[in-house]
Structures are given as structure tokens and as C-alpha cells.
């Protein structure tokens, strides 16, 4: 199955074969103008591409980049419409490959993802070390995701009747899938701050990490949508040489994750989105953060209502009662 990794190296290939393109680069977007192997300014035409949201939807996986094509500008902007020109003619180069490449020859990537039709080209002149101009190409690729169950060991798929499960057996289905996985090397709960904070041991945790944020619970009719904030982080080496192999390795994770939990009767919502992030905290980690909702059955059938009625009682009588209880629990 297509993965990550494996679209950025079209990317670069594209850049590679390209007669313009001068250099190709990833990562965050404060990292356009330094090479990560020179480590000194790179050579321009530059394409670099900046990861952004994925969505997993029916039967197809989108993954969305802005690629940037950039070039120098003078100083006193006297090719500046040369340089607009220049970049536009590449970046409508590159989806042209994206859409009509289906030889051998021609890299035959059109037979193997597709672009969606309508990309959106935004122009910029900025000022870094020098000024730049060109293009940010926000193109979606689209791949087949079936969500094979005959890839998902049996140890790693949630209980079946999970539709009545409680809040806490649920956290326990999530460790119990960390704990089988045989990428992942240790499992959170709480806090976004507590992310690099492992609370049994203080100390900072084994990577890549699985970590469950809790987020909004809705009720609805027989039925309750409870949302978690999940954070699949690794660790980046500090000259970022493998950032492309953490996010593409974090991504495959969030993709079984997923897969599992909509194969199993916790009944996954559909196109939970995937935001990229590259951080530098203790150490530089990255990864994504999913938002997933699932449902579980509800029907209001709920053993809460007291032997004595609520109603006939005043305002007066209840705050004697909560005296009688505030004095039980200060003789205990």
C-alpha cells in the first residue's frame, strides 16, 4: 500500500527530472530557505514541499501539500515578473504530471494516485535572507484506502459489542492497542501538555508515542458521539535528516488506528482529518493529530431516578438536607 514516504520521493523525483528546478526541499515552511544537507541557502528555482491536512475518507485517502516554487528576486524587483512567470509555468508543470502521467516513461504516477481537479495557485514575494517570489501550489492527491481487515492482526482488533462500553473501557481498548502494536513504544492519556511527560516514569517517554487527548461527548437520539484529539509523535534527529521517514511511519500508525477502530462495533464517524506538525519541544518530535469521533449506543435507559420523588420539596427543606449531609461527611 502507497504510504508517505513514498509520495514525497514523487516529489522529489518531479523536482529532480524537472530542467528549472535548481533544488527540492521538505519540512516546515521556516525551513524553505536552508538546506538541510549544505545547511547553507539553496539554489533557486527551489520547490519545497509543505505537508498538510490528511482525511481518510470512503474508500480513498487524501493528502493535501503546498508545494512552493520560489525563485530570487532582485533587490530592486526588476525581474520580478519574470520571476512570477517562471514559477507559474513550473507549478502548472507539476500538476500537469500529477494528472496526465500514465506511461513508464512519463513516471506513471496518474495510474497510481491522482490529482483533484481545481488546485489552488497563491502568489507571494516575501522577504527571507533575500527576497524571494513564485507560487504555493495547494494540490490534493487522492490514493484507493480500503481499510483491508485481512491486514490487522487478531490481537489488534478491538472487542466485538463495544456499543455499550464505558468511558474507561474504551482508554483500555486504546492502551491495549498501543501495547499490541509493534511500532508503537508508549501510550498517554490527558493533558496536551503532559505529551512528552511520561507520568508513571517523570521522565520523557520511549517514541513513537500513541497519546489520547479527551474531547467533546455529544448525546444524540439512542445514541453519544465521543470525540478524542489523538497525537502520534516520533523523534526528529536534530539536523531533521528523517523527518520524512517519522511522518510517514506516524501516518501508517494513525492509518491502523483508524482502520481497527472502524472495523470493529465501535462505528468509527467517517473523514476524521490529520493535521501535520513538527515541534520542537524537549526534543524535536513530529507527527500527526488525528480527530476521530466514535458512536456508542445510548437509549436513555438509566437506573437514576430516587425512591422518593423530586418534586414537593422547597428550597428551605433541600438546604437543611445538604446540611445533614455536609455533617456526615465531616464526622467521617
Known sequence: MLNYKQ????????????????????????????????????RYQRMYVVPDRVSLNQNEIHY?????????????????????????????DIWTIFYLSYTRQQGEFSNIIQGEWDPTLVPFTERFETVLGGWTLQITLVAPFDYNSCVIPDSEIFPQDESYSSYYQIISDWRSFADSHQQINSFGFGDVEQLTNDIVTKQEPLYPRLYFVPGDARLSQNHMHITWRVICADRIEDDLSNQQDVLSDTLEIMKDLFSR????????????????WLEETETNIGGWTMTFSIQQKFDYDRCVLPELPFGGITWEELAELWKDVETKWSQT
Open 261 to 276: 477502530a472502524y472495523l470493529s462495533d465501535y462505528d468509527a464517524d467517517w473523514d476524521p482529518s490529520l493535521e501535520p
Open 7 to 42: 509520495i514525497l520521493t514523487y516529489f522529489s523525483s518531479i523536482a529532480y527530472h524537472n530542467p528549472q528546478i535548481q533544488s527540492f526541499g521538505f519540512g516546515d515552511l521556516k525551513q524553505c530557505t536552508n538546506d538541510i544537507i549544505t545547511k547553507q541557502e539553496p
Open 64 to 92: 493535501n501539500f503546498n508545494v512552493i516554487i520560489m525563485d530570487r528576486v532582485e533587490d530592486d524587483l526588476s525581474n520580478l515578473e519574470e520571476v512570477m512567470s517562471d514559477t507559474l509555468e513550473t507549478a502548472k
